[in-house]
Structure formats: C-alpha cells, structure tokens
C-alpha cells in the first residue's frame, strides 16, 4: 500500500510539475552539406515550418555567421558569433534584416558544475535573460533553461541524441502560453 501511494504521488507530482510547461515545437539540425552549410528548421506545436537558420563556414576573421529566415524563404536576420576571448567568452552580435543590431549573446566558460550560461542583452546593453545549458545526462539528452531578467525560468530546450540520419531535435517549452521561439 505505501508502495503504491508513493508512486500515486511521484507521478502526480510529475503530472503537475509537467503541466506548467506549452510544447512551443522543435528545432531540428542536419549535417553539414559539401558547401560547409548547416541548417536547422524549426517548426511550431502543430509541426509546421516557421522558419530556418543557416550557418556557414567561419571565415578569415574566425566569424561564423547563421541566416535566419521565416518560413516563407525571407531573411529575417543573422547572428555572427566571434573568436572567443582572452576571457573564455564567445560573443554572438544579432542583426534584424536591414543589418541594425538587435542585441548580443555572450557564452562564459563552463563552470565547475558542467554548466555553461549564455547572458543576453538588447541593443543598448541591457540584460533580457539568460540561457543555462547543463551536462548531457545518461540519455544523452542536454537542456537549456531560459530566464528572464529577472531570473524567473520562462522555458526550456531539451537536445537529444544525433540520430541515425545526422540530424538532431531541440524541443523547445515555455511555462507561458508564448510560442514564438524567436523570442528566445
């Protein structure tokens, strides 16, 4: 009976704690095409394309940049990631279609705890959020917990194993009913 009352709670706690979170969709990666290329495709819930993000191969300057259009095929930005710095810190400048600044993305060194942070900030500089990946568990799944500036989980991105084909799939969840990954 205590058994059975111990597994009634487990899994109504996971019910509840799992209730909390929207599927907003997934973002899947493929191999690298013979051009150096990289696309990922995202789609929404309903499994629809909204859009994709293309990254090429790093240049002269040691500059990678990903194109990201919507689904339609219409560039909607980039985002350029630099060398990383004599602090362990790698910069990712975003860029709306008309090239203005959009804000950056700024990766630490991994701490001691396997985690590394991502600290995003808007185009004049100021924190929005952040972005925590952990270490991949025993699934070889890695998840990334999002939160807004004021520190509060807004969603999650859970990457699984690449599978037999090369591609890998990031499902993406909000704690809100927010859909648009982009804001992310």
Same mark, same amino acid.
């Given at each position: 009976?205590?058994k /059975?009352?111990?597994?009634?709670? &487990?899994?109504?706690?996971l019910?509840?704690?799992n209730?909390q979170?929207?599927?907003? @969709?997934?973002?899947t990666?493929?191999r ?5 290329n990289?696309?990922?495709?995202? +789609?929404? $819930?309903?499994?629809?394309?909204? #859009?994709?993000?293309t990254?090429g191969?790093?240049?002269?300057? #040691?500059? =990678? ?7 339609? %095929?219409?560039?909607v930005?980039?985002s350029?990631t @630099?060398?990383t710095?004599? /602090? ?10 008309y090239?203005?600044?959009? $804000?950056?993305?700024?990766? %630490?060194?991994?701490?001691m /705890? @396997?985690?590394?942070?991502? =600290?995003?900030?808007?185009?004049? #500089?100021?924190v &929005? @959020?952040?972005?925590?990946t $952990?270490?991949?568990?025993?699934? %070889? ?5 999002? +939160?807004d ?10 990457? %699984? ?11 993406q +969840?909000?704690?809100?009913?927010n ?6």
């Amino acid at each position: 009976m205590r058994k /059975f009352l111990f597994t009634l709670l &487990t899994m109504f706690a996971l019910t509840a704690a799992n209730a909390q979170y929207y599927g907003v @969709g997934t973002s899947t990666t493929g191999r690298t095409d013979m051009f150096g290329n990289t696309t990922t495709t995202h +789609r929404n $819930g309903y499994g629809q394309t909204t #859009g994709t993000s293309t990254t090429g191969r790093t240049d002269m300057f #040691g500059n =990678t940049t990903t194109t990201h259009r919507n689904g339609y %095929g219409q560039s909607v930005g980039t985002s350029t990631t @630099g060398q990383t710095d004599m /602090f362990g810190n790698t910069t990712t400048t975003h860029r709306n279609s008309y090239g203005q600044s959009t $804000g950056t993305s700024t990766t %630490g060194q991994t701490d001691m /705890f @396997g985690n590394t942070t991502t =600290t995003h900030r808007d185009s004049y #500089g100021r924190v &929005t @959020g952040t972005s925590t990946t $952990g270490s991949t568990d025993i699934f %070889g799944n890695t998840t990334t917990t999002h +939160r807004d500036s004021y520190g509060r989980v807004i969603g999650t991105s859970t990457t %699984g194993s690449t599978d037999m084909f090369g591609n890998s799939t990031t499902k993406q +969840r909000s704690n809100t009913s927010n859909t648009n990954i982009w804001t992310w």
